[in-house]
């Protein structure tokens, strides 16, 4: 049964100007290293290094990579759980940097996440009623009742029951745990969401379900996604476009099919050989093999972070930093020597 959709009481009606919903600028996060007995800076983890990117309403873009290339932290600066370091993060028109805070409690209505691991992001000393209905209580949106009957109605949307309110976390499985972290991040009526590798923790079957409701809330609710994963067969089925990271620094960005019908980038191309095929031979014959680690952050390679590991490299590439350039109507690679 479809289950109409109410809005929250006086929850946020502002809609945005014509153009992106979310605008990312040159985005930089660094992260500085403390040693000694007075904790003094010795150094600097570059989690996030100059990243620009777009998403409109009602889209997914995907944001895939290794572990620690930064996804994590970017879906954090763009809720402003940080403050970047340089750059600028524009939601609906607006500097979220600049925001004061009175005005930053208000646009979080608007702005929710949901987290990798459903059993530590849910307070197990709280009902399932009182998890949802927090981001309620906190921005004093309706009477008790209505909260009340808002919880339930996003129970029944995420598939549980409206009696699983007076329930704790601990007496549901993994996915049912997951659709309370969605219920909970829908609970403020928000228009853009961050999935921060929603379904990476649970069983490849709950994934399909996880994925199948957050595509049916999109369209029911319009809702605009950060989809953040290392799991590129999920990237694919849920995200309209796709920025590929590598060490902080978005190396490729293109419409979903383009991109994985067109790689450009070696690292792309890399990522993609890696997704498991039907045809074994075919696999092998076509698959590319990165050699070394990943650098660390906090000495990144100089020119191309890529050049160490690129099959394609040439000695410009350790000394021309790349930058994003457009290849074709919407799809941009960051230019190294090395193919270009």
């Not at 060490?247 to 067109?262: K, R, S």
């Not at 650098?295 to 000695?315: E, L, M």
Request: proline share 8%; aromatic share 4%; net charge positive.
């Amino acid at each position: 049964m479809t289950v109409p959709i109410a809005r929250a009481p006086d929850g946020p009606a502002d809609q945005p100007d014509d153009g992106p919903l979310l605008e990312v600028t040159d985005l930089v996060k660094h992260f500085p290293v403390r040693r000694g007995p007075l904790a003094r800076a010795a150094g600097q983890v570059r989690a996030v290094d100059g990243v620009s990117f777009t998403v409109n309403q009602a889209e997914t873009l995907g944001l895939v990579g290794e572990s620690g290339c930064g996804k994590t932290t970017i879906g954090r600066l763009v809720l402003r759980l940080l403050l970047p370091t340089g750059g600028r993060v524009r939601y609906a028109g607006r500097n979220l940097s600049e925001l004061p805070g009175r005005d930053v409690k208000e646009h979080r209505q608007r702005l929710q996440i949901i987290f990798q691991d459903p059993f530590s992001s849910l307070d197990p000393r709280m009902k399932v009623g009182r998890i949802i209905g927090e981001g309620l209580d906190i921005h004093g949106i309706g009477s008790r009742d209505e909260r009340r009957r808002w919880v339930e109605q996003l129970l029944r949307q995420v598939g549980l029951s409206p009696s699983d309110a007076d329930r704790f976390p601990h007496q549901f499985s993994g996915g049912q745990r997951q659709r309370i972290g969605i219920a909970r991040a829908l609970a403020t009526n928000p228009e853009f969401v961050v999935c921060d590798e929603p379904v990476s923790a649970l069983d490849v079957s709950i994934q399909a379900q996880i994925i199948n409701l957050l595509r049916d809330l999109q369209q029911q609710r319009g809702l605009s996604y950060l989809f953040v994963s290392h799991d590129l067969n999920l990237v694919r089925y849920i995200a309209d476009r796709v920025c590929v990271m590598y060490l902080g620094e978005i190396v490729e960005t293109a419409d979903t099919e383009e991109l994985f019908a067109n790689p450009l980038h070696p690292y792309t191309k890399a990522l993609l050989s890696s997704v498991p095929q039907l045809h074994a031979s075919r696999s092998v014959r076509d698959r590319v093999e990165l050699r070394g680690e990943v650098p660390s952050p906090a000495n990144p390679p100089s020119g191309c972070r890529f050049h160490p590991r690129c099959p394609h490299a040439t000695p410009r590439s350790a000394e021309v930093r790349p930058r994003l350039t457009e290849m074709a109507p919407g799809h941009a690679v960051a230019a190294c020597p090395c193919f270009t």
